[in-house]
């Protein structure tokens, strides 16, 4: 009788829960409070159908339960930032035409047509990421492991097929996704120790190697900054045990030992780019002189923005530089914001990857960026940019709207709890206080 009484409790509170996937999360905690509740009764001399039944009169009525929860559990569509996005995408399409129109080519048709089809393409992407539940990441330890291995393999796809084009895409493009399950990965280990640190630091070096093969330097260095900055923020939230400062050691040793070896044997590409960027070159000097270089015929992808400061004046640099710190700060805050540290990291991981590209973009317009480029994102003409700077918009959108289901509990590492440093004990009338101090002495 008591066991009915709960289902239909639960039952009752359920119906005033509209999200779907709230209501199976929301349910199944307030089934395990109650039993928690029926426990404590238990101990103190009830019987199991009265603890149980003082359980549920204790969770109070259950409409205004149910009407409480559903208020506090509804999705975060942050529809602004979709947007923005889309107005990007149109601002994206402006701006080509009128770099187009400068440099005196031809408005390609099928170019436009390849980039309209593109825009439709990320969109599509962009809103079944958004409306996805995301933690299918987290769920399973192996799925992070499995994900990463996809996107690192993911160049050899093209092989079987004879399509070199297509490898070479995928060499480049699937790295900026890796920071994702990167993140996932990372908060599977929450708990481990300073070895699960140092494992993460050095596994965030070969996972984006493809980049480094075709030769894209940049494209390495977004994606394991991105993948680092997350690892580095998880030891900043306490996520791993052991002394912090040991923990960032372990975090960023494997990268400082091994990147700068890495990079003494890169492709003579790479070297001749340095060294230009270090020597007196046209290029660099004319692009910081406000110019454009001779060598490109027509609008370049690359040189977006220096077409059409060309244009309009320097002040697009400027306006361009406000817009990418204004973005990033209200992304941060709203990042911030989340109520779960695990999304705080899976947010993190989509954001940081479209922050160094814009960086990086404008410092290369501005002749101060020594190696390649990526893109502009969501300006820049390329379908595949597209759509990997818009899956990662999606993941953001979907950590956005789940943040409220969220529970960082749900997947922490079975290691044992840290020890409080303090502990009080009910005595009397009063308590025992214990303190825990480094280096007391035991008796």
Known sequence: ????????????????????????????????????QAAAFEAEGRSPEEALAGAVAEMGEPEAVGRELDRLHRPQNRRGLAVTVAALFAAGVLLQLFAAGLMGDAKDVFYFRRQVLGLLLAAGVLTGLWFSDYT?????????AAALLLFSLAPLWGLPFGWPFLSYKLMLYPTL??????????????????????????????????????????????????MLLVLLAAVGLGWFRGKRRWNLLAALGPALTILPLLFLRHLEYAAWRIGAFLGPDLFYERLRMGELPSLFVGSSPELLLAETAQGLGR????????????????LLRRIRALHSRTGKLLALSAFLPLFLQAAIYWLYNLGWWPLGVLSLPFLSYGVFFLLVDAALAGVLLSVFRMDALLRDTAWASSAPAPRPSALDIPLGRGQLHIEYRKGAQHF
């Open 1 to 36: 009788m008591a066991r009915e009484c709960v289902n239909e409790y639960l039952e009752t509170v359920g119906g005033q829960i509209r999200w779907r996937r709230a209501r199976r999360v929301l349910l199944r905690e307030l089934s395990d409070h109650i039993a928690d």
């Open 136 to 144: 299918l990441l987290l769920r399973r330890k192996w799925v992070p």
């Open 177 to 226: 996704l890796l920071p994702v399950p990167y993140a996932a990965l990372v908060v599977s280990l929450r708990g481990r120790g300073t070895r699960a640190v140092l494992l993460c630091g050095g596994l965030a070096l070969p996972l984006p190697i493809w980049a480094f093969v075709a030769i894209s330097s940049t494209g390495y260095l977004v994606t394991l900054a991105s």
């Open 315 to 330: 002040w697009v640099f400027w306006a361009a530089a406000g817009l990418i710190v204004l973005f990033a700060a209200l």
